[in-house]
């Protein structure tokens, strides 16, 4: 099992840069596949970012493709989104989300992950 903590979101204007940061506990947290998704209310939690175990595969939602990148240090048991070239769209509760594999590989549907953490508010003012 593993416990998800976010940090890293905040106000910014557009055009304006973020890096969310989600702290895992464990021992075994490069077991884990990560993702980040984001909701909006009234929408559906969508999957913004993936990474796999070792970090080797990554997914992008075409939204944020060339904007977000995704990466994890697992001797930390960190996972991280830095978002740049924000835009007002990209306003949502983020959430760091895990699930446990042995293989190389991304989900990018909430269905497909286990864990979650309480989410971090990300608004970007025009």
């Known amino acids: 099992q593993v416990q998800l903590v976010e940090s890293g979101g905040g106000l910014v204007q557009a055009g304006g840069s973020l890096r969310l940061s989600c702290a895992a506990s464990?021992?075994?947290?490069?077991?884990?596949?990560m993702g980040w998704f984001r909701q909006v209310p009234g929408k559906e939690r969508e999957c913004v970012a993936a990474?796999?175990?070792?970090?080797?595969?990554?997914y992008y939602a075409d939204s944020v493709k060339g904007r977000f990148a995704i990466a994890r240090d697992n001797a930390l048991n960190m996972v991280y989104l830095q978002m740049n070239s924000l835009k007002p769209e990209d306003t949502a509760i983020y959430y760091c989300?895990?699930?446990?594999?042995?293989?190389?590989?991304?989900?990018?549907?909430?269905?497909?992950?286990?864990?979650w953490g309480q989410g971090t508010q990300v608004t970007v003012s025009s």
């Open positions: 990474i796999s175990r070792a970090g080797g595969i990554t």
């Open positions: 989300a895990a699930y446990p594999t042995v293989r190389a590989e991304v989900r990018s549907t909430v269905m497909g992950y286990d864990y």
């Open positions: 464990g021992r075994t947290f490069s077991t884990y596949s």
